[in-house]
């Protein structure tokens, strides 16, 4: 169903109020993307890929393909096999450590990739710029006031705040504390979006009334029937509630680890010794702190591939948000953005 057949339905179920109020709040944020709603597709390595990404641009969202590890060839290929499958616009996340980010963003370039996500960190002199020249709008994450300030200064077209309750990387703060700390400050100035914990389409209702321009959704779209995800991943989704949704720990505090939230297995454990193993090598002089985290990261990325693509949900890495508890079954991207669409609606609706 397309977005204008969603906003139709869900004005016949619960009156024209909630549908209009809605697509007012939403209109920065689909002006900015170019869509029918500003639900962008949370950026997550081995399931962002060509065919959860066009599904989400399809259904009116904004799919935005997971960068990761991947290489610029690879990154190539993905960009030109989403292009197959939808017409309509997405982004690619990209990380700001990646040892090939120049060259990644020179791919995008020659795709006319419309929005770039930058994540993980501030990105090194320079990139934004390039970023900006080759006619892409710059989407940056900011865990803070005072780095949302500074990524505005920077030249960033929009942010995303992303509390602790999202799956996979997460800082220390929640949601809606990050939502209170930085939307009044900079809504006005730049469209923001909130991302972490959202699972319902209240939630959305109740971010884009405190000034944001739309949401990202991430674990919510792991078991869409587009979702490459092995079963067995599916199924512990649907399993999970969000108490097992759980970060990794940081083991020794001379390594800065970004903490990871996935759902407990045995690689929680992996990690830890990893740590250790990654530590040593810091101590000894054999690698520098960039290798080191250059190392964690890589790690990560190969946790994540045996649980998302070979199955391995024990010694692989379930990432997950809480949300995770809202997970009830595999259904179509559509059916899940219909759904959290006419939530919202509803819950506007009764405001009044």
């Known amino acids: 169903m397309s977005g204008e057949g969603m906003i139709s339905e869900a004005r016949g179920v619960h009156g024209d109020a909630g549908a209009g109020r809605l697509k007012q709040l939403m209109q920065r944020g689909t002006d900015f993307l170019g869509t029918e709603y500003a639900i962008m597709g949370g950026a997550m390595s081995w399931v962002s890929e060509r065919n959860l990404v066009s599904a989400i641009s399809n259904a009116g969202g904004f799919g935005v393909i997971a960068c990761g590890a991947m290489n610029p060839e690879l990154l190539d290929a993905e960009i030109a096999a989403t292009k197959t499958r939808t017409a309509k616009p997405f982004g690619v996340n990209l990380i700001t450590m990646h040892p090939q980010l120049s060259e990644l ?190 190392q964690i990261e890589h790690y990560w990325a190969g946790a994540l591939r045996r649980a998302v693509i070979d199955g391995d949900v024990e010694s692989g890495s379930v990432m997950a948000g809480q949300s995770v508890g809202m997970v009830k079954r595999e259904e179509p991207v559509a059916a899940i953005i219909a759904e959290l669409v006419e939530e919202a609606v509803a819950a506007l609706g009764a405001r009044g």
Do not use: W
């Not at 990105?123 to 390039?130: C, S, V, Y």
């Open 105 to 294: 963003i020179d791919v995008c370039a020659k795709h006319q990739v419309t929005h770039v996500v930058l994540a993980g960190g501030l990105p090194p002199g320079g990139a934004i710029e390039r970023i900006k020249s080759n006619g892409a709008k710059l989407v940056a994450f900011a865990p803070a006031l005072a780095l949302a300030k500074k990524m505005i200064r920077s030249g960033a077209d929009a942010l995303v705040i992303e509390g602790m309750e999202a799956g996979g990387h997460i800082g220390p703060v929640s949601t809606s504390v990050l939502a209170q700390e930085i939307l009044p400050h900079v809504a006005a100035d730049i469209p923001v979006f909130v991302a972490g914990g959202i699972g319902r389409g209240e939630a959305i209702a109740a971010y884009l009334e405190m000034g944001a321009v739309g949401v990202q959704i991430g674990t919510r779209l792991v078991c869409a029937t587009e979702s490459i995800a092995h079963a067995n991943f599916k199924k512990a989704f649907i399993r999970a509630s969000a108490r097992d949704a759980i970060p990794s720990v940081q083991i020794d505090p001379r390594l800065p680890v970004i903490p990871v939230r996935a759902l407990k297995n045995r690689e929680m454990e992996n990690f830890s010794a990893k740590q250790v193993e990654v530590a040593a090598k810091l101590d000894s002089g054999e690698i520098e702190m960039g290798e080191a985290q250059l």
